[in-house]
């Protein structure tokens, strides 16, 4: 675990970058600091591994004050991540990896072998290791500098914006990735960003700072999103909070209807008849074709020869509400095909399915938003606004 006691950070010239913070961060999951430039997060983070020193407070590491440890001993048990990874642009992508290690005694063939695995578990291709950093994509490089800073297998991993500098594609594939493998590492994680569709996405609980290095709310991201602790948690999380927090909503429990699908070699003529405007089309495996509208059909012959539109799928017992909503609107049916986990239809769900899912989602959040606990005192989630005013 790691606390922060009352901590600020104060710079010759009057600068406050962290004032007063408190929080912990627990063991194994993922802490996001995120806010706006200059509210402090990055030199929250780096306190930390001691690149910088508080003014005041204390930095607890499993309860020792990290100003107690040697730098580079404290550095070499925690991993860090920056931005465009920070490699070293004169060694192999192998020998990048098995720097850490190597500095602590690893021999080099143990160190060699350790990154390679690691190579393996952040999704590289083991064919790159003999290559250059310039050799390989942003992407690519971000990747390694996630298995450098878990070499050694440190118990706590550092992240300051680590995919700010990729586009959004690869981003999107950086962060599941992050997710895969902290599910299996079960890591102590504290990231930074300014993106807040970031933060509720990788964190299990989401600090948000505001300028001048004030924690302003500390709670999970579903929370977070339906009960803002104040009018700059609400500004800064935007006026769409409402469809993210429908990220957290399962999409596992809505209903389906396997009555509107159809294969592709059926014959139209059966369809002829249906009240119902549209009609999935799927293969021969059962994965989805597109859309076909009823009024439209021909009089013979099958569905591969109508024309068929757009189409959205979300995994069922996967996915969210928000992607099954996704899915939908993508759909000129406004419904949205479930597929399973090798991407074959299991069935519809409607608009009317949705409108119901949507309208119990939104009695939960105004149930949430309108609890109060009293129970909570700083440092807690949802007691960030006590925390940040001493109390």
């Known amino acids: 675990m790691i606390t922060f006691d009352r901590v600020t950070k104060r710079y010759p010239d009057g600068t406050v970058a962290v004032d007063d913070l408190s929080l912990e961060v627990p063991t194994g999951g993922i802490t996001v600091f995120v806010g706006p430039s200059g509210c402090g997060k990055t030199t929250s983070l780096r306190m930390i591994n001691r690149m910088i020193d508080p003014s005041e407070g204390r930095v607890l590491l499993d309860g020792v004050d990290v100003t107690t440890v040697d730098p580079p001993t404290l550095r070499r048990g925690i991993g860090y991540v920056i931005q465009q990874a920070g490699l070293f642009p004169h060694r192999k992508i192998v020998d990048n990896v098995a720097t850490v290690p190597q500095l602590l005694g690893w021999d080099r063939r143990k160190a060699r072998d350790r990154a390679m695995e690691l190579l393996e578990r952040v999704g590289l291709d083991t064919g790159l290791a003999n290559r250059y950093p310039f050799q390989l994509s942003g992407g690519q490089q971000q990747r390694v500098g996630v298995a450098r800073a878990l070499a050694a297998d440190p118990p706590v991993l550092l992240m300051d914006e680590p995919f700010s500098a990729v586009d959004p ?106 009240a119902e405007p549209w009609l999935a089309v799927v293969d021969p495996d059962g994965g989805p074709l597109g859309w076909a509208a009823t009024a439209g059909l021909p009089e013979s012959g099958t569905f591969e020869a109508v024309p068929l539109a757009p189409y959205g799928t979300f995994v069922r017992d996967r996915d969210s509400l928000r992607a099954a909503l996704d899915a939908a609107l993508l759909s000129p049916s406004g419904n949205a095909i479930a597929v399973d986990d090798s991407g074959r239809a299991e069935g519809v769900v409607t608009r009317e399915v949705l409108d119901e899912a949507l309208v119990l989602a939104a009695r939960e959040a105004s149930r949430v938003a309108g609890e109060t606990r009293a129970d909570e005192g700083p440092g807690e989630a949802g007691g960030a606004r006590e925390a940040a005013d001493g109390r």
């Open 169 to 274: 594609i690869v981003r999107a594939s950086l962060q599941d990735e992050l997710l895969r493998l902290q599910a299996e590492l079960h890591k102590t994680i504290v990231f930074v960003t300014h993106d807040i569709d970031e933060a509720v996405k990788l964190g299990d609980r989401v600090a948000v700072l505001q300028v001048g290095g004030h924690l302003a709310q500390l709670d999970d991201p579903a929370t977070l999103l339906a009960r803002p602790a104040d009018g700059f948690v609400r500004e800064f999380l935007g006026r769409d909070r409402g469809i993210r927090r429908l990220s957290f909503v399962p999409g596992a429990g809505l209903g389906l209807r396997g009555d509107l699908t159809v294969p592709v070699s059926a014959d139209v003529a059966s369809a002829r008849g249906t």
